[in-house]
């Protein structure tokens, strides 16, 4: 299993959490963040903000699932502009239910 943790644009969020139910991906964990990426945030005459509102998403999929929730995020998070986004993935060992108090593996 792999964890896919995106940074979109908040007026992105239900766009993509669309477009990845519609894909038969519909689980997904998300809230509302604060950062910069490599352009260090945004200048407006001479004001500059440097912690930019983002959202962040986290999606837990089986390996051969990866580029295909990728794809959909990209399309549907695309703007065309710096601070559209960034995708990180980690490997994930173990799923627990707490409910049921079951693994998953």
Same mark, same amino acid.
């Given at each position: 299993?792999?964890?896919?943790q995106?940074?979109?644009?908040?007026?992105?969020?239900?766009? /993509?959490?669309?477009? !990845?139910?519609?894909?038969?991906?519909? =689980? #997904? &964990?998300?809230?509302?963040?604060? *950062?910069?990426?490599?352009?260090?945030?945004?200048?407006?005459?001479?004001?500059?903000?440097?912690?930019?509102?983002?959202?962040?998403?986290?999606?837990?999929?089986?390996?051969?699932? /990866?580029?295909?929730? !990728?794809?959909?995020i990209?399309?549907? =998070? #695309? &703007?065309?502009h710096?601070?559209? *986004?960034?995708?990180?993935i980690?490997?994930?060992?173990?799923?627990?239910?707490?409910?049921?108090?079951?693994?998953?593996?």
């Amino acid at each position: 299993m792999k964890m896919i943790q995106a940074v979109i644009r908040p007026e992105k969020e239900a766009e /993509v959490a669309a477009a !990845l139910a519609k894909a038969n991906f519909p =689980a #997904l &964990t998300k809230w509302d963040v604060v *950062g910069r990426g490599k352009q260090q945030g945004i200048q407006v005459g001479s004001q500059v903000y440097d912690e930019l509102a983002k959202c962040m998403l986290l999606i837990v999929v089986e390996d051969n699932q /990866v580029e295909s929730v !990728l794809q959909t995020i990209q399309k549907a =998070a #695309l &703007t065309g502009h710096p601070g559209d *986004g960034k995708a990180f993935i980690t490997p994930v060992e173990a799923a627990y239910t707490i409910r049921i108090g079951k693994a998953e593996l």
